[in-house]
T-cell receptor, first 114, second 111 residues
Framework: SQKIEQNSEALNIQEGKTATLTCNYTNYSPAYLQWYRQDPGRGPVFLLL?????KEKRKERLKVTFDTTLKQSLFHITASQPADSATYLCALPLSSGSARQLTFGSGTQLTVLP | DVKVTQSSRYLVKRTGEKVFLECVQDMDHENMFWYRQDPGLGLRLIYF???????EKGDIPEGYSVSREKKERFSLILESASTNQTSMYLC??????????FGSGTRLTVV
């Protein structure tokens, strides 16, 4: 089964800096990878999907890269703000051809300090 | 945007009780999922459904069952609640865009 590792449980950065979160996976190469944001006591919120043939994807201050050779995705938040503080989860399809089940990493808790 | 509604935010039940957690989505999506989330263990898939009356086991189905009689509603049932089922339960659905829409979650405490 797919195993996902997110770089660290917690990351603290200063406001205005770029936050970089890492997601590594093992086994098969997924057709796509997703990133979610989760605030305490709430359900995760979908942010971005990147497909295996896309090297990079952007949405406002967010940028995601997908390196299928390294089996790694990087998630960047530029010009970070305290409101970006949350837990960020990466997720991959459970296996090739599955009915869209996702397996999730355990998340990285980001704190942006003012 | 799709909306996923879970019937309760907080629930306290006694050991041995039968517990129903309800989830409703408003976009006619085929795929619906139940996860539980525990500190240090992340999100784990309990059951999912890809159509009415269709259901598949996830990674941790033991002690749970599900029901999908209508497309918009996916229910999780704890047949006989136990303390190790104390957790945050999250329902999700997905349509054509592949991203999941989650409900706000139900924090269940079994005493």
């Amino acid at each position: 089964s797919q195993k996902i590792e997110q770089n660290s449980e917690a990351l603290n950065i200063q406001e205005g800096k770029t936050a970089t979160l890492t997601c590594n996976y093992t086994n098969y190469s997924p057709a796509y990878l997703q990133w979610y944001r989760q605030d305490p006591g709430r359900g995760p919120v979908f942010l971005l999907l990147i497909r295996e043939n896309e090297k990079e994807k952007r949405k406002e201050r967010l940028k995601v890269t997908f390196d299928t050779t390294l089996k790694q995705s990087l998630f960047h938040i530029t010009a970070s703000q305290p409101a970006d503080s949350a837990t960020y989860l990466c997720a991959l399809p459970l296996s090739s051809g599955s009915a869209r089940q996702l397996t999730f990493g355990s998340g990285t808790q980001l704190t942006v300090l003012p | 945007d799709v909306k996923v509604t879970q019937s309760s935010r907080y629930l306290v039940k006694r050991t041995g009780e039968k517990v129903f957690l309800e989830c409703v989505q408003d976009m006619d999506h085929e795929n619906m999922f139940w996860y539980r989330q525990d500190p240090g263990l992340g999100l784990r898939l309990i059951y999912f459904s890809y159509d009415v009356k269709m259901k598949e086991k996830g990674d941790i189905p033991e002690g749970y069952s599900v029901s999908r009689e209508k497309k918009e509603r996916f229910s999780l049932i704890l047949e006989s609640a136990s303390t190790n089922q104390t957790s945050m339960y999250l329902c999700a659905c997905t349509g054509d865009h592949y991203g999941y829409t989650f409900g706000s979650g139900t924090r269940l405490t079994v005493v």
